[in-house]
């Protein structure tokens, strides 16, 4: 049995220390996904209404700093109840500052990921894309070029998983302050509607019914996020054509 050399313990031991945060979020998510699972929920949230109404109005700026403090714990950990976090926003603090709180609590868990997924894979790859030719080169090119408009376009479309979001920048090397940027101006459309839809929750609980978490897929709604999805790769199109020009002339 060959023995392992002291660079080759301490290469293993770095290695395991980089992948410890994915680990500790990978294994959290999977326990909190089973035993989370009943007290984050829509049910949980309207039987215990008065509780959080009466602590909120009682000490106001802790329940602020404790509500985003849970918010950065749920999406740093992929923890399920999101939405139920993002209506409990809305349900608190009503719609203007309930968004603000809401924005506030994703961004930063969403960098919690992010730092966790570059700290243990991003920079390898990213050395990786930078030292292959080829497709790999022209791809990574395109997307230094346009990495403000990408960042912006992923976080628009509602059918990219917020989880996936988190991750694909890390890996592909994008610098912190574009990631905190672009996840906190990008997000603010989805979480302003359904931090609205908490903050009608009063007179949704009185008529004994669930909130409409598919509004944001109705039309009214769903255009106007294409439209900004539309527009955020807009300098990407205009570039491509621009250059499609100058290869013509």
Request: hydrophobic content about 55%; aromatic content about 10%.
């Amino acid at each position: 049995m060959t023995q392992m050399t002291e660079p080759e313990t301490e290469m293993q031991k770095s290695a395991l220390m980089r992948h410890l945060p994915l680990i500790a979020i990978a294994v959290v998510a999977i326990v909190g996904a089973f035993t989370l699972r009943d007290y984050l929920s829509f049910d949980a949230l309207r039987d215990n209404r008065e509780a959080l109404l009466a602590f909120r109005d009682a000490n106001f700026v802790l329940t602020v700093l404790g509500f985003i403090a849970i918010y950065v714990l749920i999406v740093g950990f992929s923890l399920p109840g999101a939405a139920i976090a993002t209506l409990t926003g809305g349900f608190l603090f009503g719609t203007a500052l309930g968004t603000v709180v809401n924005i506030t609590g994703a961004t930063l868990g969403a960098s919690v990921i992010f730092l966790a997924a570059r700290m243990g894979l991003g920079e390898r790859l990213k050395a990786r894309m930078e030292a292959s030719d080829g497709m790999v080169a022209r791809l990574k090119k395109g997307l230094d070029e346009n990495q403000w408009s990408m960042l912006f376009f992923i976080r628009l479309v509602p059918a990219v998983p917020f989880f996936l979001a988190n991750l694909i920048p890390a890996f592909l090397g994008v610098p912190l302050y574009r990631f905190v940027i672009s996840t906190f101006i990008g997000i603010i459309p989805g979480s302003l509607v359904f931090t609205s839809v908490g903050a009608g929750l009063g007179d949704v609980f009185a008529r004994g019914e669930s909130p409409n978490l598919g509004i944001i897929f109705e039309p009214y709604i769903l255009f106007p996020i294409l439209g900004l999805c539309l527009l955020s790769v807009l300098p990407v199109i205009i570039k491509k054509l621009t250059g499609k020009k100058e290869l013509l002339k």
